[in-house]
């Protein structure tokens, strides 16, 4: 592929993401929930034959995915790279030229899904733990210390079985709300997860927000020594 072929396929994907209905779609499926058309035409607010066009765009460009149960057919992002762009259009889409305040509902603003990792807040300062504890070394692309390694293994990360994915380990993502990094990658989608079954959030069935139980305040504290009354 040359440059020539480069700037068109850049400028086919940038079209499918800058209609505004299809951007509402893509923003509905960064919680990594797979939904139906109907359900997409309503977050997109538009009539069911015009979200099957925009859906079929999406998909034909790479941007979504189709799923099908029998005679139900759900829709999903393509992938963990397709919700990073998204995170980082997201930031993008921001006057970086003004001082930045942060207008994202508190909820979200707090903890939310970034398709499967946790964002916000409380991953960003999960972020900032890892590294400061020397669990995390590296720049933008992380490798776990021994040290580290036998933190995540305490948490019921299955490190082993996260190292043979085909996919990045661990990375970090410029976080949308806070304009610093979380964790992405294997690695971060684990730890959601390990927070998910250790009950100290839960997730909302219809939007990316995440709730921190009182038994997630108290561990947050005790094991990453992070305050949350004032979060």
């Not at 009539?47 to 066009?53: L, M, Y």
């Not at 398709?115 to 504890?133: E, K, R």
């Not at 948490?155 to 990094?181: E, H, I, K, N, T």
């Amino acid at each position: 592929m040359d440059a020539h072929d480069d700037d068109a396929a850049l400028s086919q994907i940038a079209g499918a993401i800058a209609e505004p209905a299809r951007t509402k779609m893509l923003c509905s499926l960064m919680d990594g929930h797979a939904r139906t058309s109907t359900e997409m035409a309503v977050i997109a607010q538009v009539s069911a034959s015009t979200a099957s066009a925009h859906l079929a765009r999406l998909k034909d460009d790479g941007l979504i995915k189709l799923h099908t149960q029998g005679r139900h057919r759900y829709y999903s992002l393509a992938g963990p790279h397709v919700a990073k762009a998204i995170e980082g259009l997201m930031v993008i889409s921001r006057n970086s030229a003004k001082a930045f305040v942060p207008n994202t509902p508190n909820r979200l603003q707090f903890a939310r899904t970034c398709y499967d990792h946790m964002a916000g807040t409380l991953a960003v300062q999960l972020h900032d733990h890892f590294i400061a504890s020397s669990w995390l070394i590296g720049d933008g692309t992380y490798e776990l210390t021994a040290h580290g390694e036998e933190a995540m293994v305490e948490l019921g990360v299955d490190v082993a079985a996260l190292r043979s994915q085909r996919r990045r380990f661990a990375c970090s993502c410029l976080d949308w709300s806070m304009r610093r990094p979380h964790l992405a990658g294997a690695l971060g989608a684990a730890v959601l997860q390990s927070s998910i079954r250790h009950e100290w959030v839960t997730q909302d069935l219809d939007s990316r927000a995440l709730g921190l139980t009182i038994k997630g305040r108290k561990a947050l504290l005790s094991r990453f020594g992070i305050h949350t009354d004032h979060l």
